[in-house]
């Protein structure tokens, strides 16, 4: 199963919105609303920012929003602030009881 | 609060074996299924395995399948993940993570722990 595909960088200004696309197939993120995006800085744990697609757990700012729309999911961060500075994966269930992620896309706050 | 810790990484010779544990606390650990996730150095993320909350199933990527194993002892909290025939290609940083799911796999990973650095070489 190949991974994902996600823009390597990704960048904006504080306040601005960003956007970053997670592309797969009709086998995976066309198929499933099994998709996710994570948050990882480096050294640290990674963490949940949207699941189902869309949904946003607890505890995560709504400035985090994710969409799909065919094989194509997005990430979308609105009012862009420092420590959004990360990178981001998204990933999908692609059935057989398999996942597979994106590349990471590195986001920098410019 | 809900914590996943890592531990078991080190240096090892390609063709050996090495354990990993996950001790979880914060949360009732045999409710849910746990993952290991891995990211190679410069490299995104790469699902490994994941064993049910009540060990009844597990399953693997095809790169670790027949090499690694996935358990856990739900009376210690605690998971491993057993590895043989190391190759240098399985260095990476092993993350466990939770899945978001009470009782049943959603594919969500949520919580996640700090990782463990395992490094295959001679």
């Known amino acids: 199963q190949s991974a994902l595909t996600q823009p390597p960088s990704a960048s904006g200004s504080p306040g601005q919105s960003v956007t970053i696309s997670c592309t797969g197939t009709s086998s995976d993120v066309g198929d499933y609303n099994y998709v996710s995006w994570y948050q990882h800085h480096p050294g640290k744990a990674p963490k949940l920012m949207i699941f189902?697609?869309?949904k946003r757990p607890s505890g995560v700012p709504d400035r985090f929003s994710g969409s799909k729309s065919g094989n194509t999911a997005s990430l979308t961060v609105s009012g862009l602030q420092a420590e959004d500075e990360a990178d981001y994966y998204c990933?999908?269930?692609?059935?057989?009881?398999?996942?597979?992620f994106g590349g990471g896309t590195k986001l920098t706050v410019l | 609060q809900v914590q996943l810790v890592e531990s078991g990484g080190g240096v090892v010779q390609p063709g050996r074996s090495l354990r990993l544990s996950c001790a979880a606390s914060?949360?009732?650990?045999?409710?849910?299924?746990i993952h290991w996730v891995r990211q190679a150095p410069g490299k995104g993320l790469e699902w490994v395995a994941v064993i049910l909350y009540d060990g009844s199933n597990e399953y693997y990527a095809d790169s670790v399948k027949g090499r690694f194993t996935i358990s856990r002892d739900n009376s210690k909290n605690t998971l491993y993940l057993q590895m043989n025939s190391l190759r240098t290609e399985d260095t990476a940083v092993y993350y466990c993570?939770?899945?978001?799911?009470?009782?049943?796999?959603?594919?969500?990973?949520?919580?996640w722990g700090q990782g463990t650095l395992v490094t295959v070489s001679s």
């Open positions: 914060g949360f009732t650990f045999s409710s849910y299924a």
């Open positions: 189902e697609v869309s």
């Open positions: 993570a939770r899945d978001l799911g009470w009782l049943l796999m959603r594919w969500w990973f949520d919580p």
């Open positions: 990933s999908s269930y692609v059935g057989s009881n398999n996942v597979v």
